[in-house]
């Protein structure tokens, strides 16, 4: 099959179209005609080749929404069927045998397939291959396709945290940005039952924030903002790409709390092991999360009313929503209609 995509063909250039050629289908393998995808700062990071890896042309985009057109010999036709809604994230295949797809865990699966990292087979395109079927997710009525979008990579990664660390409906959690992905957050957390508190660099957000679903909020440059809170919260979600006064923010923790990273600082970071050990507090990385943490998130988000709240741009505009993304002007998602 012919693909038509969209293509950087140099660091930083503009999306130009280009085709190549997908090949035949495999056996578990799904095409899906994409309507809509999400713009992620991970997109951007390959586009302008900020991870030094980039290999041109780049064709990005992990947060696709779409119609399933074809499907290989062994998939289940009742479970995907042709014509159904579906999405395609972040992760679009794992091998379902090793060790971690066993234990349930197919984002640690050595043999996964990043939809981003594949060079030219991004979703920035009219077509999207899945290389496993059991990754491409059925979208729930209630949520639109261009809502739905930026959950296939926004959203598991935020939601998946809340399941790996088993955070509880009473705990008290901060959530780091008010932006792509700290909006979503606010949202889910609330929704599960958590008091939550939104910290953010000044209080420009702080109405939106609110109605996010954040309880309060804190302007964590205002003077002695951080110290005031100082071991109130069981969990901190940080969304952003910021290098943070890390000590102080493991002093917010509780004893026993956990601070976990979804957004990528931009420098190598330290921590005082006095700010860590004494009260075995926790410090971890988090990624999108499994088949299973996926599908529940999106059924927890239409029953829940959690949606992100976005800007769409046609696919000959992509320019435009580049650029939203770049400088953090977004709100709060961009999203490309194709």
């Known amino acids: 099959m012919k693909v038509l995509a969209y293509a950087a063909h140099e660091a930083g250039a503009e999306l130009l179209p280009y085709e190549y050629d997908a090949g035949p289908l495999g056996r578990l393998e799904v095409d899906v005609r994409v309507t809509h995808c999400g713009v992620c700062h991970t997109d951007l990071g390959m586009i302008d080749d900020e991870f030094g890896y980039a290999s041109f042309p780049v064709v990005a985009g992990h947060e696709a929404v779409g119609v399933v057109e074809a499907v290989g010999d062994d998939v289940d036709p009742d479970a995907l069927p042709i014509g159904s809604r579906v999405g395609i994230g972040a992760i679009a295949g794992s091998c379902f045998g090793c060790e971690w797809c066993l234990r349930g865990r197919h984002q640690f699966c050595p043999q996964r397939d990043d939809t981003v990292l594949r060079g030219h087979r991004g979703a920035f395109a009219q077509h999207v291959r899945a290389s496993d079927w059991r990754h491409a997710y059925r979208i729930p009525d209630a949520l639109s396709s261009a809502e739905a979008a930026p959950l296939l990579c926004a959203g598991t990664t935020v939601f998946g945290q809340l399941l790996r660390y088993d955070v509880r409906p009473t705990d008290r959690v901060a959530i ?163």
């Open 176 to 338: 780091v940005g008010v932006g792509g992905l700290g909006h979503v957050a606010i949202q889910f957390y609330a929704a599960w039952g958590c008091t939550v508190t939104a910290i953010s660099s000044s209080r420009s957000k702080e109405d939106d924030a609110r109605g996010f679903g954040a309880a309060a909020v804190i302007a964590s440059s205002e003077n002695g903002a951080l110290d005031a809170h100082r071991g109130e919260f069981d969990f901190i979600l940080s969304t952003v790409s910021a290098d943070l006064p890390w000590d102080d923010y493991l002093g917010l923790l509780a004893p026993g709390g956990t601070l976990c990273l979804v957004g990528v600082p931009q420098k190598p970071f330290t921590v005082g092991p006095m700010a860590l050990l004494p009260q075995a507090k926790a410090l971890v990385g988090g990624v999108p999360g499994s088949v299973d943490d996926t599908r529940r998130m999106l059924a927890f988000a239409a029953a829940h009313d959690v949606r992100p709240v976005i800007e769409t741009f046609p696919v000959a505009d992509s320019g435009a929503a580049l650029d939203r993304v770049r400088t953090g002007s977004a709100r709060y998602r961009a999203v490309l209609e194709m």
